[in-house]
């Protein structure tokens, strides 16, 4: 039985989304995108790494197993605000010259558009921003038997009224409808090359005059199919017959043939529209075709009639204690809800989140006259402390080290279990007197400074660093529990270094 989603529903499915966010709606729902996988050519451990990751990057795989990884190479989190969504559409930047499709209600498999070819009003070219970044719809194109696919665009609409205009002095044929201006704060967070914006409540603020402008079933426009023959020279009015009222043409004849036609009364409540152009002269064939706006008007629904069905995650990374510098990732995701650690019901609130173990080190006794800063653990180092009381051993890579401060933090991918000396186990480190050895470091090694304890930050020349971690014994646990939270998209790619001065922006696109 021959069935379809509709377009409308993948809307939906993005509105839902975008409103899930704490503080809209009615769910209550925390988002975080995350920064992983440091160190992705490393295969020594199973399911973790591909030797030409950089230059042949995996596909994301989705799968329970494949979750569990992912969460295994999360470095730290970025809350996703109420501001950092946007409901987004594919950017048509307005340009000199180009055939526009103009807005039908009927394009589908059967009925292309008939500049683009799409099948559907969505995937059309129908709408476009300026130069000002001021969105328009394209209400008529220039479309006539002369030019069945419409005119070339030639006059750049700049206006800005709740009225359908031409643009310039007109000569192109073409009648715009002006529906909003992307804020400022919207064009740095959420324009791109290739997507735009719409705005975050439609009909608040700024667009308020554009939908209450908008009447349900009004006609903007009519196109002449053909121009007919044997028709009396003049002009004159008809109405817009169909299931609406009040809507009325101006038909001008010139040399027996329809010339042009154009509304003089919009009406109202039209869903099917005709123009039957029978003026009693002994003249046929000429054909007018009535456009049908979209539901309660144009600009009324601007998601509907510009076709969201896309949401755009915009995360910042500057600085936080909680961001490490000096290393790379090469994974960008986005988890729903994770939890806080040592909890399966807490979640996670609170602006930035590591999802690292952190120790603080010194030297040992048997070590005098040595600092941490003389000290070297290599980014990514495989580093080993003895552990428990049964000689078990905790395996781990470095994520960061700070020689100044002695803070080591730390990730221990679940792979590392199938390393054999660690009795194919996975054992954290602890605040103990045991050194943190690292494999093929030469020299000494430090210890945990086990008098560091509920301590959150450390002083250097007088400066007061916050650590954003609270360490006991010399150490401390992640900010988040490990595998909590849905994990809803994911982001593979080369590996990217980060630096103390290093901004990273990440722009998300999720699609319905």
């Known amino acids: 039985m021959p069935a379809i989603i509709t377009d409308q529903f993948r809307i939906l499915n993005a509105e839902t989304f975008a409103k899930s ?3 809209i709606g009615t769910t209550s729902n925390f988002y975080y995108t995350f920064l992983a996988h440091p160190n992705p050519t490393n295969v020594s451990i199973e399911e973790y ?12 795989r989705d799968s329970f197993e494949q979750e569990n990884r992912y969460h295994d190479s999360m470095l730290f989190l970025n809350k996703i605000g109420i501001n950092d969504f946007a409901r987004i559409v594919p950017r048509v930047n307005w340009t000199s010259g180009i055939i526009y499709d103009m807005y039908r209600n009927d394009y589908d498999i059967t009925n292309a558009a008939p500049q683009t070819s799409s099948k559907t009003l969505y ?17 008529n194109n220039g479309t006539s038997p002369d030019f069945p696919k419409g005119q070339p665009s030639q006059n750049e609409p700049t206006f800005v009224s709740t009225v359908p205009q031409k643009a310039g002095n007109g000569s192109d044929g073409y009648l715009w409808k002006y529906l909003y201006t992307i804020s400022p704060a919207d064009i740095v967070k959420f324009t ?8 975050s409540n439609w009909g608040d ?16 426009t009519v196109v002449i199919k053909n121009r007919g023959s044997g028709h009396t020279s003049g002009t004159y009015s008809v109405d817009i ?10 038909v001008v004849v010139v040399d027996q043939q329809v010339s042009s036609v154009e509304v003089t009364a919009s009406g109202k409540d039209y869903t099917r529209g005709v123009v039957n152009f029978d003026p009693g002269d002994g003249g046929s064939g000429s054909v007018i075709e009535v456009m049908i706006p979209p539901k309660g008007g144009h600009g009324a629904d601007i998601y509907r009639e510009l076709g969201s069905y896309r949401v755009m995650v915009y995360s910042k990374y500057d600085s936080s204690s909680d961001f490490i510098s000096e290393n790379s990732f090469s994974r960008i995701g986005i988890v729903r809800n994770p939890t806080e650690y040592g909890s399966s019901t807490a979640i996670l609130n609170t602006n930035t989140a590591t999802s690292l173990g952190a120790l603080k080190l010194k030297p040992g006794g048997s070590a005098p006259g040595i600092s941490t800063s003389s000290v070297e653990y290599p980014l990514n180092g495989e580093i080993r402390q003895s552990v428990g009381t049964a000689g078990s051993t905790a395996v781990g890579y470095v994520a960061s080290w700070d020689g100044d401060t002695g803070i080591l933090r730390y990730y221990q991918p679940v792979g590392l279990s199938t390393i054999s000396n660690n009795n194919f186990r996975n054992f954290d480190f602890e605040g103990n007197a045991n050194p943190v050895n690292c494999v093929g470091m030469a020299g000494t090694s430090l210890v945990p400074d086990t008098s560091f304890t509920n301590v959150s930050s450390v002083t250097l020349s007088g400066k007061v660093i916050d650590l954003g971690q609270t360490f006991v014994l010399g150490k401390a646990n992640p900010e988040v529990e490990k595998y909590s939270g849905d994990i809803i998209y994911i982001d593979n ?13 990440v722009k998300v696109v999720v699609e319905f």
């Open 123 to 139: 995937d059309s070219r129908f709408y476009v921003v300026n130069s000002e970044f001021k969105v328009y719809i394209c209400i």
């Open 21 to 23: 966010v704490t503080g």
């Open 493 to 505: 790619r080369a590996p990217i270094s980060r630096s103390e001065s290093q901004k990273e922006e």
């Open 205 to 220: 603020g700024s667009t308020a005059s554009v939908k209450n402008a908008a009447v349900r079933g009004r006609v903007e």
């Open 49 to 60: 790494g591909d030797v030409n990751w950089a230059s042949n990057t995996p596909d994301p």
């Open 192 to 199: 791109t090359e290739k997507y735009m914006p719409l705005p």
């Open 241 to 250: 017959l169909g299931d609406g009222s009040g809507g009325k043409v101006s």
